[in-house]
């Protein structure tokens, strides 16, 4: 079940973010969604979509690989080390 919840939360976002690169290409070409009465919204909010889609899914690919412990040093580091002020 819990596979099944994790793959849901997967497609949902991609989903949103699919939606989103066909109302920024439907704004390009002039074709306009009844929903939305002008093109540069549908623009905007299909760029809205899309960036949220895309981070979410990096986020969750990102917070997968740090807690196998599969993911870059970088990403692995703890931002809570201070760093020591030279005299």
Request: aromatic residues 14%; proline residues 2%.
């Amino acid at each position: 079940m819990q596979k099944y919840v994790a793959l849901l939360i997967l497609v949902i976002p991609g989903i949103i973010a699919g939606l989103g690169i066909k109302w920024m290409r439907d704004a390009v070409f002039g074709v306009l969604v009844p929903q939305l009465h002008f093109i540069w919204v549908q623009f905007l909010l299909g760029f809205i979509f899309f960036v949220f889609g895309v981070i979410f899914i990096g986020g969750y690919i990102l917070h997968r690989e740090k807690k196998n412990k599969r993911a870059q040093e970088h990403f692995m580091k703890k931002n809570n080390v201070k760093k020591e002020v030279g005299t």
